[in-house]
């Protein structure tokens, strides 16, 4: 990598100007500030404090669109975008990378229910078909005579499989007979339950798992590209990760310290006595605000009269009180200030309005394609399009009947 060159005001001579200008301004600032206050003329204080603090973030703004146009700065802020941005991509491979676990997990549980299924299915067909081969006419029931069978068969009655509560309405049949009619059916149905297949037949299971397998194939096989694209933009950060730390000492602070100062040392002290000097400037503006907004306390003498000695007193009174006489009296004077009443004020406060959470329901997979493991769509027909499904940026396994994937990048109704 080539070398970063140093950034500072000699290589901007215009910076040098604006900031040897800001240097002075500032410090004329503050010593006036400080002559005026002295003075107590509060108004000039806070009008100089004013402008100075004005030209200052104004200052402090020009030099910051100074910064960030440096080509160096470009590079950087360059750099940093295209990390923010392959860093997302490499979450959102990690993301999907992890729904194809769980696709894995589903398609397994999937196999598994439709073979469990499939097995209740042919052991409900074997008990069905074994008690309806069970019949009425050729049965061994005790108690149970030809006559009885034919009143049997003629309600319907031909085999275990029809053995129910209508017996009880079909004269002759008490109820022992009624028992009898019955241990037969459940002797039938042990039988049947005892040599009830364990297992479905191997060709149709081997039908299961190999559909299954497609799926799993083309799950690893999204799995494996969506690998390889994280491993490709994992390589790409770590190029451009080096250069980023490079250049991450140059940073705001340290340009503006540059420009200010021609050394290290003296950028330093030029921003201390900036920063002292906006500080001490505005105390003064606060204090002079605070001392123009403290009223002044009037006193209203009130004269009361004890004619108990004599003395010669001369008491000269304000303009308000008219006739200023000699008063041989002993005058007792009472001071009542004027208070005034500084109202307490109470803070406000802002309600934010209450947001509900919002809660994501469990997908039920029933009727679901499963070319779209992570949502539910059902298969075609009819077929579907984009518009007509409110799923966004989901993961599409071949076949995708509906083409919700036009690129074949394994993202279907991308945004």
Not at 281 to 290: F, P, V
Request: aromatic residues 8%; hydrophobic residues 40%; proline residues 8%.
């Amino acid at each position: 990598m080539d070398k970063i060159p140093d950034i500072n005001f000699k290589n901007d001579p215009l910076i040098k100007k604006v900031s040897r200008f800001l240097l002075i301004f500032q410090g004329c600032a503050f010593f006036i500030g400080i002559i005026f206050a002295g003075f107590h003329i509060n108004a000039l204080v806070l009008f100089i404090a004013f402008v100075s603090i004005v030209i200052f973030i104004g200052a402090i703004i020009w030099l910051n669109i100074r910064y960030k146009t440096n080509p160096i700065i470009k590079k950087r802020t360059n750099l940093n975008l295209k990390a923010a941005s392959i860093k997302a991509q490499i979450q959102v491979h990690s993301t999907n990378i992890h729904l194809t676990h769980t696709a894995k997990e589903q398609l397994q549980k999937d196999e598994h229910n439709e073979l469990d299924v499939a097995l209740k299915n042919l052991q409900r067909s074997f008990v069905l078909t074994g008690l309806s081969n069970a019949l009425i006419l050729n049965a061994t029931i005790p108690g149970i005579g030809p006559k009885l069978k034919e009143r049997l068969i003629a309600n319907g009655i031909t085999n275990a499989a029809r053995v129910d509560n209508r017996i009880d309405s079909i004269q002759g049949f008490g109820e022992a007979k009624l028992i009898e009619i019955k241990n037969w059916r459940n002797m039938i149905l042990t039988e049947l339950n005892y040599n009830i297949p364990k297992e479905i037949p191997i060709p149709q299971s081997e039908a299961i798992k190999k559909k299954f397998e497609a799926h799993h194939a083309n799950n690893e096989a999204q799995k494996q590209k969506l690998q390889e694209s994280k491993t490709k933009f994992e390589n790409d950060l770590a190029q451009i990760q080096p250069r980023i730390i490079e250049l991450s000492p140059f940073t705001f602070k340290y340009y503006f310290q540059k420009s200010i100062g021609s050394q290290g040392k003296l950028g330093i002290f030029s921003s201390v006595l900036l920063l002292i000097s906006q500080i001490c400037l505005g105390s003064n503006a606060t204090a002079a605000a605070i001392v123009s907004s403290i009223p002044t306390a009037t006193s209203t003498p009130t004269i009361t009269s004890t004619p108990t000695a004599t003395f010669t007193a001369t008491i000269t009174l304000t303009s308000t009180i008219t006739n200023t006489p000699t008063i041989t009296l002993t005058p007792t004077i009472t001071f009542t200030p004027t208070i005034t009443n500084t109202p307490y004020v109470f803070s406000t406060f802002t309600l934010l309005p209450y947001i509900p959470p919002v809660f994501t329901p469990t997908l039920n997979r029933t009727n679901c394609d499963p070319s779209y493991p992570t949502v539910c769509i059902p298969p075609p027909p009819p077929d579907l399009n984009c518009s007509d499904i409110p799923y966004r940026n989901f993961i599409v396994l071949p076949p995708d009947p509906h083409n919700f994937d036009g690129n074949h990048d394994g993202i279907g109704c991308q945004t």
